[in-house]
C-alpha cells in the first residue's frame, strides 16, 4: 500500500471537511445536484471522446490499482535477488532454478525461460514486448486522469455561467436567485477539487510509477540476459549497478566487499 497516495488524499477531504465546520457545518449547502451533473457528466462525456472506450475501461482501474500500490522490491533488492539466482545457475544449473522461490513475477518468469531453456532472443524480445506493454497500460492510466482533470475546472466554469445565466434571467423572482448562484459556485469548486485533489495527482503520481517500473523491468531483463549468458554473480551485480543512484551503488558496492 503507497501510503503517500492514501494520506494525502484524507489529507484533503480533512481540509475540506474541517473549513466546512468551521463555517457551521452546514454539509447541505455544499451540494447541488446541478453542479454535480455538469462536473461529473460534462468531465466524463468530454474524456470519452478523447480516448477509445476500450482503453478507459481498462485505464481507469488499473491506474487506480498502481496509484494505491506501490513496487515491494526495489531496485537494490532487486539486484541482489538477481545476483543469488546467477549465483545458483552457476553453480547448479538452470534447472535449479525451478526450486526457487522468487518474490518480484516479472524476475520470475525470466527465471523461469532460462530453467526452460529459452534462446536469448526469444528471452529478451519476449520480456520487452510484456515490459512495454505493461508501461503503456500504466501510461494510458495517467493520461486518462490527467484528461479528467484538465476538463473538470473548465466544466466547472460551464457550470458557473449557467448558473449565472439562469440568476440573470430570474433577476425578478428574488426565490430563484440562490439556487442558480450555488449552482454557479458550487460548480466552480466541484471542478477545482476534483481536478486537484483527486485526479491531477493520481495521474501525477501514476507517471512516477510508471518510471519506476520502467527502471525496475529494464534491470530484471538486462540481469536475466546476462544469467542466461552464464556470467559470474559479480559481473552481473557489477553490470546492474548502473541502475542505481550514486550514493546506493556506494553502498552496494561496499556491502559486496
Known amino acids: 500500500m ?10 484533503g477531504f480533512a481540509v475540506v471537511f474541517v473549513l466546512i465546520m468551521i463555517d457551521g457545518g452546514n454539509f447541505a449547502a455544499y451540494f447541488d445536484k446541478h453542479a454535480v451533473i455538469v462536473i461529473f457528466g460534462g468531465a466524463t462525456a468530454a474524456t470519452m471522446m478523447r480516448f477509445p472506450f476500450s482503453t478507459i475501461m481498462h485505464g481507469l482501474p488499473m491506474g487506480l490499482r498502481f496509484a494505491f500500490t506501490m513496487r515491494s522490491v526495489k531496485p537494490r533488492e532487486l539486484i541482489d535477488e538477481i545476483t543469488k539466482i546467477a549465483d545458483v545457475v552457476r553453480k547448479s544449473g538452470p534447472m535449479a532454478l525451478e526450486n526457487m522461490e522468487i518474490s518480484d513475477p516479472f524476475l520470475a518468469q525470466g527465471a523461469r525461460y532460462i530453467a526452460d531453456g529459452y534462446d ?20 494510458e492510466g495517467s493520461k486518462i486522469y490527467r484528461a479528467f482533470g484538465d476538463c473538470a475546472p473548465a466544466w466547472g466554469m460551464i457550470g458557473t455561467i449557467l448558473g449565472m445565466v439562469t440568476m440573470f434571467a430570474n433577476m425578478s423572482d428574488p426565490s430563484k436567485l440562490g ?40 534491470l530484471i531483463i538486462d540481469g536475466i540476459l546476462l544469467i542466461r549468458d552464464q556470467k559470474s554473480s559479480s559481473l552481473v551485480r557489477e553490470m546492474l549497478i548502473a541502475y542505481l543512484p550514486h550514493n546506493h551503488r556506494e553502498e552496494l558496492s561496499e556491502a559486496a566487499a
Open 2 to 11: 503507497d501510503l503517500a497516495t492514501g494520506v494525502g488524499l484524507l489529507g
Open 120 to 139: 536469448r532472443e526469444f528471452i529478451r524480445d519476449t520480456m520487452e514486448r510484456d515490459r512495454d506493454n505493461f508501461l503503456m497500460h500504466l501510461d
Open 179 to 218: 439556487p442558480a448562484m450555488a449552482t454557479a459556485l458550487l460548480a466552480t469548486l466541484y471542478g477545482a477539487l476534483i481536478a486537484n485533489m483527486i485526479t491531477l495527482p493520481l495521474a501525477d503520481k501514476l507517471h512516477v510509477k510508471l518510471e519506476e517500473e520502467d527502471v525496475s523491468r529494464s
